[in-house]
C-alpha cells in the first residue's frame, strides 16, 4: 500500500504540496505511522521519536518543506557540537531519511533531501569489559538490608549468566523462565526468541527471589497476577531506567569507577565467553545478533589483551 501510494505521488503529485502543519504535529503522526504501519516495537518508537525531539529543537521556526541538504548537513554539524558520538549521529540520518520519507509519503514534501545524507564514518570501539574478579564483587553487591536486594541479585546474575539486553530482562516473562531445565526465553528486537542457558549462580537468585521476595511484591499490584518475573516495589513491570541506576550504584558500592551500565554485563558476557573458548556463532544466537559482524567486535578486545599481554612479558616488545 506504502509504495503503491509513493507511485502515485511521484506520477500524479510530483509538484503538490499539502499545506503546512506544524512540525509537532508531523511528528505525532510519523510516530502513529511506526506503530501502526510499520509495527515497529515501542523501544523503536521512543528512539525514533528522541531522535526527531532533538532536530525538532534544532528546526526552530524553519519550513520542512523548504529544507535541502545544506540544511540537514548544518544539523549534523550541530549534532556534533552537542558532543554526539559518531554511532548516535548516524542514528540521527537513519530516522531523519525515515521521517522524510513519510513526510514524502503524506504528499508534505516533493524532495526528499535526507536521502543524499551520508552516515558520519564510524569507528568501531573497544567495548569496556569488566574483568572476572570484578563481576564477582558487583554481583555481590546487593546486600541482604538492601531494599529487595534478592531481586537486584537476580537482576544482576540474570543479565551476566544470559547476555540479555535491559529491555528483555524487563520483558521476561515468569512462563518464560524454566529454572529446572536451566534456561529461559528471550524475546529480542523484532519480537525474536532465543534459548539462553542459565548457570547454577543465576538459578539459585532467581530462585531466592522467586521463592522469598517476589510473592511480597505481587500482593502490592491491584490487578491480577503480573506476567513479569521482575517487579517494581509496587509488583509493576520494572522500568529499564531502574535498572540503569541500580547498576550504577551498586558499581560504585564495590569501588569500579568506570562508566558501568546494563550494557557492560552484556560485554562482560560476551569477552568471557569468548576467553572461554566459546565458538563465535553460538555467542551471536545466544546475543540475538542478526549478523555475527556485530559480535566480531569481542574478538577485538581479545586482540587488547593479548597486546597488553605481549607488551608487559616479551622481553623486546
Not at 540521527?92 to 533531501?113: G, I, W, Y
Not at 515468569?174 to 542457558?197: I, M
Request: charged share 25%.
Amino acid at each position: 500500500m506504502g509504495k503503491s501510494k509513493l507511485r502515485q505521488f511521484r506520477l500524479g503529485k510530483s509538484d503538490t504540496v499539502q499545506p503546512v502543519e506544524t512540525t509537532a504535529g508531523w511528528r505525532d503522526r510519523f510516530l502513529v505511522y511506526l506503530r501502526t504501519e510499520c509495527h515497529l516495537a515501542a523501544n523503536s518508537i521512543s528512539a525514533y521519536d528522541r531522535d526527531l525531539e532533538h532536530f525538532t529543537t534544532w528546526l526552530g521556526n524553519r519550513n520542512l518543506s523548504q529544507l535541502t541538504i545544506q540544511d540537514l548537513t548544518d544539523y549534523l554539524s550541530w549534532l556534533k557540537e552537542q558532543e554526539l558520538a559518531a554511532s548516535s549521529i548516524s542514528r540521527h540520518v537513519v530516522s531523519l531519511r525515515m521521517f522524510f520519507k513519510f513526510l514524502q509519503l503524506e504528499s508534505a514534501v516533493v524532495d526528499n533531501p535526507a536521502d543524499l545524507l551520508t552516515s558520519p564514518k564510524i569507528w568501531q570501539r573497544v567495548p569496556f569489559v569488566l574483568s572476572i574478579s570484578q563481576i564477582d564483587r558487583f554481583l555481590e553487591a546487593p546486600e541482604p538490608g538492601d531494599p529487595m536486594w534478592r531481586r537486584d541479585r537476580a537482576i544482576l546474575e540474570l543479565m551476566y549468566a544470559t547476555g540479555c539486553r535491559v529491555s528483555e530482562i524487563c520483558d521476561l516473562a515468569t512462563s518464560n523462565v524454566h529454572l529446572h531445565e536451566r534456561f529461559c526465553l528471550a524475546e529480542g528486537k523484532g519480537s525474536k526468541q532465543r534459548v539462553v542457558p542459565l548457570g547454577d549462580r543465576a538459578v539459585e537468585s532467581i530462585n531466592s527471589y522467586v521463592n522469598d521476595e517476589r510473592p511480597l511484591l505481587v500482593d502490592r499490584n491491584a490487578d491480577n497476577e503480573p506476567p513479569w518475573l521482575i517487579l517494581s516495589r509496587t509488583g509493576q513491570r520494572l522500568r529499564r531506567e531502574a535498572i540503569w541506576e541500580l547498576v550504577k550504584r551498586y558499581a560504585k558500592r564495590v569501588g569500579i569507577t568506570e562508566e558501568a551500565t546494563p550494557h557492560t554485563l552484556r560485554h562482560s558476557f560476551a569477552t568471557h565467553l569468548l576467553a572461554g573458548g566459546a565458538d563465535l556463532r553460538l555467542i551471536q544466537e545466544m546475543l540475538g545478533h542478526a549478523s555475527i559482524q556485530t559480535t566480531q567486535i569481542y574478538t577485538q578486545v581479545q586482540t587488547g589483551k593479548l597486546k597488553r599481554i605481549h607488551q608487559e612479558f616479551h622481553p623486546r616488545a
